[in-house]
């Protein structure tokens, strides 16, 4: 009877998630309709979105002038009272700054393919920034690709 049930409502889900839209009858993966997305930067790292690994991790986000900011961790990074610590923080300066306040903005958490992408400016100034962290080493990922030449600093 238990079995007969179950059976019941697992094929019901799966006949109202195909027939959603944006789900899987239109060919689109569950995961992307997950994202989190955000369109202004953040105030500080109570603002920051998380990525990781499983070894290292990063929180990641974007202050109002422009700067990417990760404050990073370690799994195995304890003190004595059993609190996990950030080991280090970093921030990278692009100049000129397409992320700043007043441009458009956009950061996305891409879940399936483990990465953030941070995209702004507009025009000769667009640029996109993408950080991720490597499956296999404890490399945090930093890309910068934009229309003209910018210094970076970090």
Same mark, same amino acid.
């Given at each position: 009877?238990?079995?007969?049930?179950?059976?019941?409502?697992?094929?019901?889900?799966?006949?109202?998630?195909?027939?959603?839209?944006? @789900?899987?009858?239109?060919?689109?993966d569950p995961t992307d309709r997950c994202n989190v997305v955000w369109d202004s930067p953040s105030a500080n790292s109570l603002g920051s979105m998380p990525i990781?690994?499983?070894?290292? @991790?990063?929180?990641?986000?974007?202050?109002?002038?422009?700067?990417?900011?990760? *404050?990073?961790?370690?799994?195995?990074?304890?003190?004595?009272?059993?609190?996990?610590?950030?080991?280090?923080? +970093?921030?990278?300066?692009?100049?000129?700054?397409?992320?700043?306040?007043?441009?458009?903005?956009?950061?996305? *958490?891409?879940?399936?393919? @483990?990465? +953030?992408?941070?995209? @702004?400016?507009?025009?000769?100034?667009?640029?996109?920034?993408?950080?991720?962290?490597?499956?296999?080493?404890?490399?945090?990922?930093?890309?910068?690709?934009?229309?003209?030449?910018?210094?970076?600093?970090?």
């Amino acid at each position: 009877m238990n079995i007969k049930i179950s059976t019941i409502l697992v094929a019901h889900a799966l006949l109202v998630f195909a027939a959603a839209p944006g @789900g899987a009858a239109e060919g689109a993966d569950p995961t992307d309709r997950c994202n989190v997305v955000w369109d202004s930067p953040s105030a500080n790292s109570l603002g920051s979105m998380p990525i990781g690994n499983g070894d290292i @991790g990063a929180n990641v986000w974007v202050e109002g002038n422009g700067d990417l900011l990760l *404050l990073v961790s370690k799994t195995d990074a304890w003190d004595e009272v059993c609190n996990l610590l950030k080991i280090g923080r +970093i921030r990278i300066t692009l100049s000129p700054s397409p992320f700043a306040t007043g441009q458009p903005f956009r950061q996305e *958490l891409k879940l399936r393919e @483990g990465m +953030i992408e941070i995209t @702004g400016g507009s025009g000769a100034t667009a640029a996109v920034a993408r950080v991720w962290i490597d499956a296999n080493r404890p490399v945090i990922r930093v890309e910068c690709e934009g229309k003209q030449p910018f210094d970076v600093s970090a």
